[in-house]
């Protein structure tokens, strides 16, 4: 008895091992064989009930269905911006990230427990095609991306792609490469492990404020000035935002080689962020501002950390 339920046991871990490292991707996202079952996971030949044969009425409804609030196809739970190690079969991402862990990208409804402020909106209300900077000089105007509706699907490659995070190899009709510094099937869905290219995804939709030139901030471009991206980072006395902050608060770099650089994640998250603006953040020095160029108490701009403290980790004024 015993014997048999050894060899049973070795046959589970077998399948989970192979089932593993069939794909970098993670999830059902990705590395198929000929004769998958993935795309039944997500496809109907002819009862779908959304375009594009999905078997959710939309493609943000079908995500959600594994990786939201009520999900349990996922551990990566988007819309509270938490990894819940055991709530799906899945072990992908398990063995690296720390059960109830605050998501790299941050969380659309809800980040570190608070309601978020702001989110790249797909659904109800908010949502529109029209992004910033679309285009190399339109910083502080809307130009429409080439997705009618904007998708978790306008930034992922359900079916995987080369890049990191299943991001999309082409992106509003840009080629985007983000450099897959992940590892395999095991994950980390906790520690940023950026690698060259972090901001190519921003660009593809906001081309506008990614200017990398030196005295980018002091040089006129289009009729607006901008924060230099893309730097390796060195700046007075401060060496290194990541370990040295101000009261505790650091801020994370992309690794490339042996230089950190700033990229937009830096100091935005991708997803939503729930950081609060007071202050000269709440509308700019009129209290009445409106977007863009301005962070209000109900709208954050995606920024990582509360107000300007996103400044201070580096500048230390
Ligand atoms: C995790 C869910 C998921 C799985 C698994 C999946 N798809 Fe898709 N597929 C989608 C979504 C979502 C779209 C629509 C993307 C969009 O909104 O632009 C799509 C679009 C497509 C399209 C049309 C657009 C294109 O990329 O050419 C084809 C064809 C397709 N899928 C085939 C397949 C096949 C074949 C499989 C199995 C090998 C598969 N899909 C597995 C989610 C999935
Ligand atoms: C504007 C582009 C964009 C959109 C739209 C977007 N994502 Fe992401 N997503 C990212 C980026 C960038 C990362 C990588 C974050 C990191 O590692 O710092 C990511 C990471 C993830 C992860 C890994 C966990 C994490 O938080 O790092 C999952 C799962 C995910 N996205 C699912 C979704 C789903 C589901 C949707 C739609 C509801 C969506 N994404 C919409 C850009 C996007
Ligand atoms: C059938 C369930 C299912 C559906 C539907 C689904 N996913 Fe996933 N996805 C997973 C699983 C499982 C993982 C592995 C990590 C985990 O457990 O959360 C994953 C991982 C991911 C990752 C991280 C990839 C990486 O490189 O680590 C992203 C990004 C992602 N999904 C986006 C999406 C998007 C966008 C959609 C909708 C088009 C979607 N997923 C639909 C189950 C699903
Ligand atoms: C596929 C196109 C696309 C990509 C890629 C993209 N964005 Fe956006 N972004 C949009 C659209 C459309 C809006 C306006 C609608 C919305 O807020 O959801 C927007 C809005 C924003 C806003 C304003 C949000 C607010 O509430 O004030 C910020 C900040 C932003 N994006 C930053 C980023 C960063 C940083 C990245 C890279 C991680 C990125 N975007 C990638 C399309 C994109
Ligand atoms: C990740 C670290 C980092 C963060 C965060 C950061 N900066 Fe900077 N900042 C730099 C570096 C590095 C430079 C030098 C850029 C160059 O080489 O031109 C710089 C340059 C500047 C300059 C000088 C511009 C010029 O060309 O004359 C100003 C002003 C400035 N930052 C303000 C800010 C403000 C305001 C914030 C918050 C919104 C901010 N910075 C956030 C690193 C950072
Ligand atoms: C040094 C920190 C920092 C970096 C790096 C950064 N941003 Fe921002 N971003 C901000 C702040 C602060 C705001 C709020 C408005 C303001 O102060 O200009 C903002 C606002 C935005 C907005 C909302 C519209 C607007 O102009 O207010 C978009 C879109 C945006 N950023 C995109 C990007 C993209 C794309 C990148 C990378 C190419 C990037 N940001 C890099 C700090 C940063």
Known sequence: ???????????????????????????????YTATTDACAGCHRAHTATGPKLLVETSTYALCMSCHG???TGADTDVQDGYFLSTRSASTTGTANTTDNAPLLAGGFDFYKT????SKHEMTGAGNTNLAWGNGATNRGVQVAITDATFSCASCHDPHGSP????????????????????????????TEQWSTGQSNICAACHGAYH????GQGSTLDGS?????????????ANANPETVGMGGLTLPLAETGTNNTVACQTCHLPHGSSATMAGFANGGPTGSGTQPGNTTVADSALLRLDNRAVCEVCHQK
């Open 1 to 31: 008895m015993r014997k048999y339920f050894f060899v049973l046991l070795v046959a589970i871990v077998l399948v989970l091992v192979i089932a593993g490292t069939a794909s970098a991707n993670g999830g059902p996202h990705g590395g």
């Open 69 to 71: 609030t009520t999900g």
């Open 114 to 117: 608070v309601a978020t402020t």
């Open 163 to 190: 890049n990191y995070r299943i991001l999309k190899a082409t992106v509003n009709g840009a080629a985007v490469a983000v450099a897959q510094v992940d590892e395999g099937a095991a994950k980390d869905y906790d």
């Open 211 to 214: 200017k990398t030139n030196p």
């Open 224 to 236: 607006t000035y901008t924060h230099r991206i893309g730097m390796a980072y060195t700046y007075g």
